[in-house]
């Protein structure tokens, strides 16, 4: 029996392990290049065995004698970089900014940090009370709502004033809010509904639902391409921008490590060669993605046709991957090639026109927006009524549809779009 669950325990270690390994596999190959110049700094800095030497290599791949000097234009950094940047500002142990560095490479697209804290912190083998104290500073770092483990703490972490009625409101009533409650809000804070409602928009008009969005917008700085291709006589050259720290294993440091009987090398060397691991893997799959693209697009490239279907899932089962992880290798990336300089993801062209689609979408949606737009708000149609309107419209779809279109357009039901006077 202990034996079963000895090996339980180190089964559920190593799924811990690995999972964690996989997580900062992908962080790394969505990364653009300057984003991984600045990771693996931090990664050989926090690692003894590590050091940097001068890269004397000759590129291989080069037709030229000199690097060809990569476009630049004006970028804006992703979430991970711009919260890394207040990270090393906000922790001065290596510990903290290590645990910062994992919490903010685990937020997902929308900046929530919806993992299971037990679960984080057994996989980094650090208490709970540690991961919670980084954490809660994370949560103050701009922008306002970032790290949020879902949309109520998002919309109190953006009121400033703990004391205040908008944040008794949020941290009181939230899922009334969201059933458009307004009713049994005003009683319970001892105002008119009026005045209750009026309170509730302006919190949602000021608060952002997505912290995220902004970075496409802002910060802007200068970035380089990350991938070349360019033909040269009959042939393509193929270059990745290898700008990275150039690092190897300090075999001295090994040795005097495993002499002392207090430390192992064992834990370091591990993490160096996944890093390493990790870092080719990417590689690979940047250049093997380009290849593709000049095999399916080289008439494109050269001004003799326009662009032909290409899509994520084409790539990946040519690739022998999973589209995720093409998706997340295109990502935020930028190719310099005889078309210019243009983002990898415009070679990936949208889904055929073939592929089934809600029927009549595109009509229902402007029609549906339109009913809406127009409705009495306080006495909001429902979906059978709007049914009903639609097929006066020549469009026979049924409530449960029109349920499922508001939903694709982030329109609430009747009840929840309701106003008081």
Known sequence: MQSFQQFAKTSQIQKLQMTYLMKRAFLMLQMTNLELKNFLEIEIEKNPILEIKPNDKDSSNLAIDEKKTFSSIKYKPSLFEHLFAQAKEAFFLKKD?????????NLDKKGYFSLAIENFAKDLNISKEEIFKV???????????????????????????KKSLEYKIINDHFDK??????????????????????????????????????????????????ISINKLGKNWIIEIDDDLPYFEINKNLVNLLE???????????????????????????????????IKKQRSYLLDKSELLPMSIKEVAASLNLHPSTISRTILNKYIECPKGLLPIK?????????????????????????????????????????????KEKGLDIHRRTIAKYRKILKIGSSNQRKKYL
Not at 139 to 157: Q, S, V
Not at 353 to 362: A, F, T
């Open 346 to 390: 415009s070679f990936f062209t949208p889904p055929s026109k073939n592929e089934k689609k809600p029927l009549n979408l595109s009509k229902a949606k402007l029609i549906l927006i339109d009913f809406i737009s127009n409705e009495n708000k306080q006495k909001p149609l429902s979906d059978i009524e709007i049914s009903k309107l639609m």
């Open 259 to 293: 002499k002392d009987k207090k430390y192992s090398s064992k834990k370091y060397l591990f993490l160096a060669t996944i890093l390493m691991t990790n870092i080719k893997m990417r590689r690979k799959t940047l250049y093997n993605i380009s290849l593709y693209i």
């Open 177 to 226: 809010i969201l059933k458009n409650k307004i009713n049994i809000i005003a009683k319970k804070i001892k105002k008119n509904q009026k005045d209750t409602q009026n309170i509730i928009e302006k919190i949602i008009l000021r608060s952002s639902f997505d912290p995220t969005e902004k970075f496409s917008y802002d910060f802007p700085k200068d970035i380089r391409a990350d």
């Open 135 to 161: 954490l809660k500073i994370i949560k103050t770092f701009d922008p306002k709502g970032i790290a949020a483990k879902n949309l109520k703490e998002r919309f109190l972490l953006q009121i400033d004033n």
């Open 97 to 105: 900014l290590f645990i910062a560095e994992n919490i903010i490479g």
